[in-house]
Nanobody, 126 residues
Framework: VQLQASGGGLVQAGDSLRLSCAAS????????VGWFRRAPGKARDFVGS????????YVDDSVKGRFTISRDNAKNTVYLQMNSLKPEDTAVYYC????????????????????WGHGTQVTVSS
């Protein structure tokens, strides 16, 4: 599975951005796609996840109410809609995929994922 994240950029606080994660290759076995971010000098953090079918999403409390995850089945693309951006949202954002399915797991740990895309930089100025 190959993942390509895009949509990052430089925005001002309060603005919105939509990141895309396009999946290709052997996607029929994918169970979940997750979004993670790494701010400068910090560890990688979980942002949210979505089932490959798109019927269940989970976002971390740190972004709940501002970020949402969705999927376009026809395009094999997962989106991360980010609203009311804050300077602390500045980070490189990564999407990842896992070939497993467990509805009791939040899939919020990076090591659970099998495939990673290159990140896209999001910079939020104050």
């Amino acid at each position: 599975v190959q993942l390509q994240a895009s949509g990052g950029g430089l925005v001002q606080a309060g603005d919105s951005l939509r990141l895309s994660c396009a999946a290709s290759g052997r996607t029929f076995g994918v169970g979940y796609v997750g979004w993670f971010r790494r701010a400068p000098g910090k560890a990688r953090d979980f942002v949210g996840s979505i089932t490959w079918s798109g019927d269940y999403t989970y976002v971390d409390d740190s972004v709940k109410g501002r970020f949402t995850i969705s999927r376009d089945n026809a395009k094999n693309t997962v989106y991360l809609q980010m609203n009311s951006l804050k300077p602390e949202d500045t980070a490189v954002y990564y999407c990842a995929a896992v070939s497993d399915y467990d509805p009791w797991d939040l899939w919020c740990l990076g090591y659970e994922y099998d495939y990673w895309g290159h990140g896209t930089q999001v910079t939020v100025s104050s």
